[in-house]
């Protein structure tokens, strides 16, 4: 697998430098909150429905927050383009770079930083009620839990579908750029 640091793709891929997709695997929140200017969002779960989206001679470039999810989603690449290159450190070591991030929405903490502060706000709140008040309110905390072992069996969270309506995760409209390129027709 490909890695180059954010040193060498600023300088080699800039402005003058050669063309490149950059692909930004992160939930649309994460994108939103901060992302490399150019790169388009794809987020991991739906890379394998949008491999089509992938211009076909162009080559790739993944980003995530530090790099894991840009080096799993190059794993599943691989089988289908040989230039997947994953950007070492992610969104983080750009802008730890001082290198320019484009926001498009208020909130700073992507939705899945969302879910685990509200749940566990929950949970705790309900603990301490049911041992301050009245210890009922321990179902709170159960009602969470049986909320998040369903959204982990099923990949389909109700708290993250209520949170990506509230105003703070709401992206910012402008004009969108469509693309008629075809990627080639791999399919994983």
Request: charged share 20%; hydrophobic share 45%; aromatic share 6%.
């Amino acid at each position: 697998m490909n890695t180059i640091d954010v040193t060498t793709a600023s300088q080699a891929f800039g402005a003058s430098g050669g063309r490149r997709q950059w692909i930004d695997v992160r939930s649309a929140g994460e994108y939103g909150s901060g992302h490399i200017p150019g790169a388009v969002n794809i987020p991991m779960d739906q890379i394998e429905a949008r491999v089509d989206d992938l211009l076909p001679n162009v080559p790739i470039v993944l980003v995530c927050q530090a790099g894991k999810r840009a080096r799993m989603v190059a794993g599943l690449l691989e089988p289908c383009r040989s230039d997947v290159t994953v950007l070492d450190g992610g969104t983080e070591a750009w802008h730890r770079a001082g290198l320019p991030l484009v926001t498009s929405v208020k909130s700073r903490f992507s939705l899945e930083r969302q879910v685990r502060l509200i749940a566990g706000i929950l949970v705790l709140i309900g603990v301490v009620l049911s041992l301050a008040i009245n210890r009922n309110w321990i179902y709170l905390a159960a009602f969470v839990g049986v909320g998040l072992t369903f959204a982990g069996l099923t990949d389909m969270c109700l708290m993250a579908g209520l949170l990506l309506r509230m105003p703070w995760n709401q992206a910012r409209t402008g004009p969108s750029k469509t693309n008629k390129e075809h990627a080639q027709p791999c399919r994983l």
